[in-house]
């Protein structure tokens, strides 16, 4: 990108081109995304996967929430406390009992145990656009940032998208975290360990 584009402005440039497109074409991106985080060494190595419940227009996720459990991994998603802005991780069993729909469309557990913010191996991340260099942007919450950024975090953060998604540049501000690998439906991108922000 010649200019600087805001992240509003990139936010509603990548919704289109998502929008764009078809169904099919989003679903079949979605397996071959789902395919390559699937036969990555950290997805093989995770025991707890902390993952997004995915919405019409990002990568389905139930693949890999299918795949932990049928190798014994325990999967978590955000349940999300929104006057506080903050998300807790609680551990579901089931993609079509004891959930609901909160907030802008987001599907997230009525109840269930908390699982250890340090006892998360892998965090699958959302996103709207991202880079080759492991920043993103997202809805403009600030939730993935955040529980990134906290001390007892200790595991893998894992970007998923379309190749579509990805810009050669972002407006990278202070508080945004930086992704470990990131992974889309052409190939797994790897980034050098997150830099400690002072």
């Known amino acids: 990108m010649n200019e600087k584009l805001s992240k509003p402005a990139i936010r509603k440039l990548l919704r289109q081109r998502i929008e764009a497109m078809s169904d099919e074409l989003r679903h079949q991106k979605s397996v071959s995304a789902c395919s390559l985080l699937l036969s990555s060494a950290e997805f093989q190595a995770a025991r707890t996967v902390m993952l997004f419940l995915s919405m019409p227009l990002e990568v389905e996720t139930s693949p890999i929430a299918l795949r932990c459990w049928q190798q014994g991994k325990v ?13 807790l991780p609680v551990e579901i069993n089931s993609l079509t009992r004891g959930l609901t ?20 191996d ?11 260099q492991g920043h993103r942007i ?3 919450m600030g939730f993935y940032d ?3 950024a906290q001390p007892q975090f200790m595991g893998m953060s894992c970007g998923l998208a379309f190749e579509e998604q990805l810009l050669e540049d972002l407006p990278v501000l202070d508080h945004d975290m930086p992704l470990g690998m990131l992974v889309t439906d052409r190939e797994i991108r790897r980034f050098a360990p997150n830099l400690i922000r002072s």
């Open 146 to 148: 955040r529980f990134l």
């Open 75 to 87: 999967v978590a998603v955000p349940k999300v406390s929104w006057d506080q802005r903050r998300m």
């Open 101 to 120: 729909t909160t907030g802008p469309g987001v599907l997230e557990p009525i109840a269930g145990n908390p699982v250890p913010v340090n006892l998360i």
């Open 122 to 132: 892998m965090v699958i991340v959302p996103g709207i656009a991202f880079t080759t």
């Open 138 to 140: 997202g809805r403009g």
